[in-house]
């Protein structure tokens, strides 16, 4: 089962989001910004598949398996209630360098693209099941880490090169986009309200189409079949045993 055409635009406005942190010049807001904008791709993921549970349910997932990474999210999260609006919404300076040019961001998209994919196939598989008492919360988040875990090493195991690439030059195509999706990754996910709360996702202008821009990538041949053989990676790690 594919993903619908809304949800992967959803996904690629979030990747764009998440990777735009690099560029906001105030220290946690930008920890902030790029997690919750890799915990809403998972939200959204979950509820197209009519998954009811909180997105902390399954917290590894968008925040990692590491304690320390965890620990480091909530505390962003935290930041956020005690930062002045001004601050937030940050003066957006103008910004030189193209956005797939810069060092880390195509790796970021690629990230945070691949992390969504993976989740919609496990629960196109049957996993992560709606919990109904606090035994299926435990075996939620068991199973978060397991996928988490999976998805880390095949991430690292492969060359991954050829995404990355695509995604800089296709990223690298509108100059204003840089400038605007700082503003946008600030605007929409340095938000001081609940962290489960939907946010605005269709951004408009260069963002809109910088992620139209990613979708194409996503549907290059040569990218559906690196994709495939990601997946029977992320496959072989998963049925690993413990």
Avoid: N
């Avoid at 938000?191 to 821009?213: C, I, K, S, Y």
Wanted: net charge neutral; proline share 5%.
């Amino acid at each position: 089962m594919e993903p619908g055409r809304q949800l992967v635009g959803e996904w690629a406005v979030c990747a764009i989001a998440s990777a735009a942190a690099r560029f906001i010049p105030v220290p946690l807001l930008d920890d902030a910004v790029k997690y919750r904008a890799i915990r809403i791709a998972v939200l959204r993921t979950l509820r197209a598949h009519g998954r009811s549970y909180p997105a902390d349910a399954v917290e590894p997932l968008y925040a990692g398996v590491d304690a320390g990474v965890a620990g480091q999210v909530r505390r962003a999260f935290g930041y956020l209630l005690s930062v002045p609006r001004r601050v937030i919404f940050f003066p957006v300076r103008k910004y030189v360098a193209l956005f797939g040019s810069v060092r880390g961001v195509p790796t970021d998209v690629m990230t945070v693209l691949l992390l969504a994919w993976t989740v919609h196939r496990c629960l196109v598989q049957g996993r992560l099941t709606d919990a109904d008492a606090e035994a299926d919360e435990d075996r939620l988040q068991a199973e978060a880490v397991r996928i988490r875990s999976a998805f880390d090493r095949a991430l690292h195991g492969m060359d991954l090169r050829l995404l990355s690439g695509a995604l800089a030059d296709g990223l690298s195509q509108g100059r204003g986009l840089t400038a605007a999706a700082v503003g946008y990754a600030g605007r929409t996910f340095g938000r001081t309200d609940d962290q489960d709360t939907d946010p605005e996702l269709e951004p408009g202008g260069a963002v809109r189409e910088g992620a139209e821009r990613v979708q194409a990538v996503l549907r290059r041949p040569e990218i559906v079949r690196l994709i495939g053989d990601f997946d029977a990676r992320f496959d072989a790690e998963l049925s690993r045993p413990d």
